[in-house]
């Protein structure tokens, strides 16, 4: 059974930041890309950054690029997302996600990432 489960999130005033963690169980972390994805309430889910399996490979929406760090640790089956220079506009609720496959490479593509945890709280704000 995947289980994913983050932490980290909390309030930060603007120009902070703060460090998102998924602890990954259940499956075979370092065979699978990894995404962090964002849902303010009423809206859709949004794509934030992603990673290969390999920990090697990177990409970020133009929102986040320059301020946002993807990593992962595979020893510990764990997903990080640095968050510097947070803007109000960065509060969401943060998920990470388990592509559809192993082996694969990364997507930008939400539905292509087939388990998220239950996510936690950004809140940017004075």
């Known amino acids: 059974q995947v289980q994913l489960v983050e932490s980290g999130g909390g309030l930060v005033q603007p120009g902070g930041s703060l460090r998102l963690s998924c602890a990954a169980a259940g499956f075979a972390f370092r065979f699978y890309a990894m995404s962090w994805v964002r849902q303010v309430p009423g809206k859709e889910l949004e794509w934030v950054s992603h990673i290969n399996h390999f920990g090697t490979d990177t990409d970020y929406a133009n929102s986040v690029k320059g301020r946002f760090t993807i990593s992962r640790d595979n020893t510990n089956n764990i997903l990080y997302l640095q968050m510097n220079s947070l803007k109000p506009e960065d509060s969401a609720v943060y998920y990470c996600?388990?592509?559809?496959?192993?082996?694969?490479?990364?997507?930008?593509?939400?539905?292509?990432?087939?388990?998220r945890g239950q996510g936690t709280q950004v809140t940017v704000s004075s």
């Open positions: 996600a388990r592509f559809y496959t192993a082996y694969r490479p990364p997507s930008r593509s939400i539905d292509e990432y087939s388990d």
